[in-house]
């Protein structure tokens, strides 16, 4: 493997984002939420082998003590390759001071508990489609 990460939004194929995001099982939406949500966000982290993305991730932050990452992702062919690893690494070096909360998708938990994230008694949720969220193993 030969990665590279990218730090910014600049010449991303949102289709790509779609794509993985389909590919994992999380959800996704158009693509121009997508560059609305990656470049409205504080930190972005894109991975690429080669020229080909194969992984993805973001955090929204004041930049002083709170963030919360979302959409974490790795081509499944990549996964088991430290490349979530690196992502989530390198979100939390560019915001050092913060706290960081996220959600994770329904069987991934064991990855962020080796980061050290913990599991929060008094985590709260308002979805738009709450109805789905628990479908998916979000909600209670």
């Known amino acids: 493997m030969n990665l590279r990460l990218q730090l910014d939004t600049k010449n991303i194929n949102w289709n790509l984002v779609i794509d993985i995001l389909q590919k994992v099982g999380m959800a996704y939406h158009t693509e121009d939420i997508h560059k609305r ?20 991730g973001r955090a929204i932050s004041d930049g002083e003590y709170q963030a919360a990452i979302y959409d974490m992702a790795v081509l499944p062919d990549f996964q088991g390759k430290g490349i979530g690893k690196m992502i989530l690494q390198t979100i939390v070096k560019k915001i050092p001071n ?26 709260m949720a308002l979805f738009v489609d709450g109805k789905k969220m628990q479908e998916n193993g979000f909600t209670e």
């Open 37 to 56: 949500a990656f470049n409205n966000s504080h930190t972005v982290v894109f991975v690429f082998d080669k020229q080909k993305m194969v992984g993805f």
């Open 98 to 123: 913060c706290n960081f909360i996220l959600y994770a998708s329904p069987g991934k938990e064991k990855f962020y508990e080796k980061e050290n994230f913990k599991r929060m008694k008094t985590g």
